[in-house]
């Protein structure tokens, strides 16, 4: 190999590894905000309420007691703008078996 293809193989290779980076530096960052900011928000308790209502306190999967809200869907951009049809009611171990 000549000394331009080693270049250029090592420039491709610093740019992916930037965009690696970036992409997983995005992805915590809405990862952070979601978990220790928006699921705190007066906003998600109300839509929270709003849906163990709608299921009558009743997990959709097993019928147990619903504890908790899934996401079957994500707004990756627009977290906190997700509508209620994408959040069902959820028992504790029906959560964890879907995550």
Partial sequence: MDSKTIL???AVGVVFIFKQLTF???RKR?????????LKSDAWQRKRYVVLKRDNW???YCGARATQVHHKR???KNIGKEPIKWL??????CHDSLH
């Fill in 30 to 38: 809405r990862r952070d905000y979601y978990r220790n900011t928006y």
């Fill in 24 to 26: 997983e530096f995005k």
């Fill in 58 to 60: 009743r997990c959709v």
């Fill in 8 to 10: 250029l193989l090592i």
């Fill in 88 to 93: 069902v009611s959820v028992c504790k171990p």
């Fill in 74 to 76: 994500y707004a990756k």
